[in-house]
């Protein structure tokens, strides 16, 4: 079954070298430190936000990444989100739509996050048996302790979306401790 090739494949391609340094600058992910996506801080009120640019509004802004235009949903604390102890009505996680699932996409997006962050979760082999199994709708990696999130999302008619996501720290320890909850209870 090809379906999810680059997941069940290699982590890496020497032939996607090139493609890091390209798009890492185009995603601006070269900064050290992890405060938010472009000039989308973590902290940031939705009047901050709505200023900028880039955005049509607090909830939504549109990028040009990887030579298309990429819609970022935004999420404040206040919004769907308990586990922080960042103030109500803050910027709290930024969600970059980058498209339908495809295996060298996938493979991409993999090599430009890890040429500017550290993988430090990543899926286990029964993870990934339940998500091609229908048990689960996410799979994810995460890069920096959890404050990037590589997602593969499966929508509720079966196809497959990828995912950047930016976290603050709170939300980074709550994906974490979620995923050692998951490891333990399933041992």
């Given at each position: ?38 000039e989308l801080k973590f902290g940031m009120t939705e009047q901050e936000v709505f200023a900028l640019p880039a955005c049509n509004n607090s909830k939504e802004c549109l990028y040009e990444l990887t030579d298309k235009n990429r819609y970022v949903e935004l999420t404040y604390v206040s919004d769907e989100i308990s586990d ?104």
């Amino acid at each position: 079954m090809k379906f999810l090739s680059g997941i069940l494949g290699l982590r890496t391609c020497s032939l996607l070298t090139w493609t890091s340094i390209v798009f890492s600058c185009g995603l601006g992910l070269a900064e050290p430190g992890i405060d938010g996506f472009r000039e989308l801080k973590f902290g940031m009120t939705e009047q901050e936000v709505f200023a900028l640019p880039a955005c049509n509004n607090s909830k939504e802004c549109l990028y040009e990444l990887t030579d298309k235009n990429r819609y970022v949903e935004l999420t404040y604390v206040s919004d769907e989100i308990s586990d922080t102890t960042e103030p109500a009505g803050k910027l709290a996680k930024i969600t970059i739509d980058m498209g339908l699932y495809r295996d060298e996409w996938y493979q991409q997006l993999q090599v430009i996050l890890g040429a500017s962050y550290h993988l430090t979760q990543d899926f286990t082999e029964a993870t990934k048996q339940s998500f091609l199994a229908g048990q689960l709708n996410e799979l994810n990696s995460g890069f920096e302790d959890g404050q990037v999130l590589l997602k593969v999302v499966r929508r509720p008619f079966g196809n497959l979306e990828l995912k950047v996501v930016y976290q603050n720290a709170d939300l980074a320890k709550a994906f974490i401790q979620q995923r050692q909850d998951a490891t333990a209870s399933s041992n």
